[in-house]
C-alpha cells in the first residue's frame, strides 16, 4: 500500500510542475485526413515531386494515423512540402579524378495547416542524402545496403558501362532519398519536432 501511495503522489507531483507524459507538440486528435501537396523548387523537377508526393502518401498510409485524400475531398489538414534542394555532387574520386561515388541531397521546407490557415506543425530545412557509386569497382555488392534492396544482382555490373551504371545508381539513390525524405517528414511531423 505505501509503494502505490508513493507512485500516486509522484505522478501527482509530476503534474503539479508542469511536466507531461505526452508530446505537447504531436498532432491533435481531431485531424484525421490530410491533402498532401509537394511543390517543385523553381528549377526542380516536377517528376521528383510527384514521387515525393507519392512516397508521402504511401508512409501516411502505412502508418495508419493520418489518412491522405485526393484534391477534390475534404480534409482536415492540407501538408505543404516545397522543395528546397535537389543536389547531387562527387564526394570520392581516383588516382586519375575520375568520380568514384556520388551523393544525392534533396531538401524541404514543410508546414501542416488546417483550412482556416491555423499552422499546426512547421519545419524547414528537411533532407535526406543517399551515396552511390559510380563505377562497377566501387560498389559494394556484399554491402548489406546493396542486397537488402538494390534493384541491380551482382552479376548484371558487368553488363553496363560506366555511364550506364551511373546512371542507374543514380536514379536507385535518388528513390532511397525520397523515400527516407518521406519517412522522416512523417515522422518529424507525427512526433511535432
Known amino acids: 500500500m505505501k509503494r502505490w501511495i508513493s507512485s500516486a503522489l509522484a505522478v501527482v507531483s509530476l503534474w ?27 528549377d526542380g523537377d516536377p517528376v521528383l515531386a510527384d514521387a515525393l ?5 504511401q508512409a501516411l498510409r502505412w502508418r495508419g494515423r493520418l489518412r491522405p485524400v485526393g484534391e477534390g475531398e ?7 512540402v516545397q522543395m528546397t534542394a535537389d543536389r547531387t555532387r ?23 495547416s488546417r483550412g482556416n490557415g ?11 542524402s543517399r551515396g552511390q ?6 560498389v559494394v555488392t556484399s554491402s548489406s545496403g546493396f542486397q537488402s534492396d538494390e534493384t541491380l544482382s551482382p552479376g548484371a555490373l558487368g ?5 550506364q551504371l ?18 522522416t517528414i512523417c515522422s518529424r511531423m507525427a512526433e511535432g519536432l
Open 74 to 80: 475534404g480534409s482536415d489538414a492540407t501538408l505543404v
Open 16 to 42: 503539479g510542475c508542469g511536466y507531461a507524459f505526452v508530446n505537447a507538440g504531436a498532432l491533435p486528435t481531431d485531424v484525421k485526413t490530410i491533402r498532401v501537396k509537394v511543390i517543385p523548387s523553381d
Open 53 to 57: 508526393g507519392r512516397e508521402l502518401r
Open 90 to 112: 562527387a564526394i570520392a574520386f581516383d588516382e586519375f579524378d575520375d568520380v568514384l561515388d556520388y551523393q544525392i541531397t534533396l531538401a524541404v521546407d514543410a508546414e501542416l
Open 166 to 183: 551511373g546512371e542507374e545508381r543514380r536514379a536507385t539513390a535518388r528513390d532511397k532519398a525520397v523515400r527516407d525524405l518521406a519517412e
Open 133 to 138: 557509386a559510380a563505377v562497377p569497382g566501387a
Open 118 to 128: 491555423t499552422v499546426l506543425w512547421r519545419q524547414t530545412k528537411i533532407a535526406a
Open 159 to 163: 553488363r553496363f558501362d560506366n555511364v
